[in-house]
């Protein structure tokens, strides 16, 4: 860098710092004064509370709970199915934001349903339904142990498998490298959509403390972000375009994030008792994961992309290991906002993802895309959409 480039750098950084102090000095003397000379409000305290976590044991109700109003709360009773019951926590008010755990001495019964209502201090109730009671699983070594065989078994194995077919997808001539790619395109769509779904009616069931719905949205904008300048990064550094195996391992990052998501879910249903383990399950997601191995191996079809053998497992493990990490973070935290965000941030890989494979889809005539490249991207979000309703989870 030359001097005059630094001088230049200087003189733009000083009147932004001195901006920047001066918004922060304008906004400290607001929230100071500003409070002061506003009148108090009047009418009784707004008092809202947002159930978490909910965790069975013996005897016992286990509830985390979050304000997520403006003034602080005090719990004066709480009551299980109209049963008054002793509880012990949250003996302070909870300020917004703030949160507690309540424990309950229950001698609350396997598959029942529960409803708690928490009664405050101004007298009023609030409360919290509980489909189905089921004992919260301990987080033991055999615990452990059935998470990763859940995740392998709809992660990495079914990933493993569609990427099996990539020597034969590399007999294929140029048009038909084309209609594979379009056809992952197809598949990444459908995964965008169903992430999006998943992730709002996660969001929509969280306390909206921290957001809901809103959480899924930043999580996509901000992984869309990262891995945009992480990709621009590396084409300054490498020109001449994005390389087959670059091109895999973005695929494999998305769908690796995605799967994540997945093995939330799957961790969260096993750990309320909804997930039925069986052999459904296992043939469900293998058929409907086969197909994102072959999205990964597309972009690895042209002869000149011709990566070793530990690469290709490297690929795999970035694409289903993450299952394995959400199925056991899914049964142990299991908290909706964590899980919108998560989800947000895979629909943001995988839409960036498509951005990098539309080039490709484009023939030689004027960077027109054909109807067979459409039909084949329709193709793909068939697929995916039949395979997915094999899944019973």
Do not use: C
């Not at 000095?25 to 004064?33: D, E, S």
């Not at 089921?134 to 990763?148: D, G, I, N, R």
């Not at 001449?240 to 195996?245: D, K, L, P, R």
């Not at 990964?296 to 042209?302: K, S």
């Amino acid at each position: 860098m030359t001097q005059a480039d630094a001088a230049e750098r200087r003189r733009w950084w000083l009147p932004a710092a001195l901006s920047v102090l001066l918004i922060a000095a304008a906004l400290a003397g607001l929230a100071v004064l500003g409070g002061h000379s506003l009148p108090d409000r009047v009418g009784p305290p707004v008092e809202e509370l947002s159930v978490e976590t909910t965790r069975f044991t013996s005897g016992e109700i286990e509830l985390t709970v979050r304000n997520t109003g403006p003034d602080p709360v005090s719990i004066g009773q709480v009551f299980v199915n109209d049963v008054y019951v002793d509880f012990a926590g949250a003996e302070d008010p909870i300020r917004r934001l703030e949160s507690e755990t309540l424990l309950l001495k229950y001698p609350w019964q396997d598959g029942q349903p529960y409803t708690v209502s928490m009664l405050t201090s101004t007298g009023v109730v609030i409360e919290h339904a509980i489909a189905l009671a089921v004992a919260t699983p301990e987080p033991t070594l055999s615990f452990f142990a059935l998470m990763a065989l859940l995740g392998t078994y709809v992660g990495i194995l079914p990933v493993v498998l569609g990427m099996m077919l990539l020597p034969v997808m590399r007999q294929a001539g140029e048009s038909m490298v084309r209609l594979l790619l379009a056809f992952t395109v197809g598949l990444l769509l459908f995964l965008t959509v169903d992430g999006i779904s998943e992730g709002l009616e996660i969001g929509g069931m969280s306390g909206g403390a921290f957001g809901g719905a809103e959480l899924v949205i930043l999580g996509a904008v901000v992984a869309f972000l990262i891995l945009t300048a992480v990709d621009r990064y590396l084409r300054d550094r490498h020109p001449g375009g994005a390389t087959g195996v670059r091109l895999a391992a973005m695929v494999a990052v998305g769908i690796g994030l995605h799967n994540f998501g997945e093995g939330l879910a799957i961790g969260s249903a096993y750990a309320i008792g909804e997930l039925a383990l069986g052999a459904s399950l296992v043939v469900g997601f293998a058929l409907h994961n086969t197909t994102e191995g072959i999205a990964i191996v597309a972009p690895l079809t042209r002869r000149a992309s011709r990566p070793p053998l530990w690469i290709l497992g490297v690929l795999g493990l970035a694409a289903g290991a993450p299952a394995i990490v959400g199925a056991v973070v899914g049964a142990t935290v299991n908290n909706a906002e964590l899980s919108a965000l998560l989800l947000g941030v895979g629909v943001g890989a995988i839409v960036q993802v498509i951005v990098q494979l539309a080039p490709s889809l484009a023939g030689s005539a004027r960077g027109k895309v054909g109807g067979t490249v459409v039909l084949a991207i329709l193709g793909g979000v068939v697929v995916m959409y039949g395979t997915g309703l094999l899944v019973p989870a």
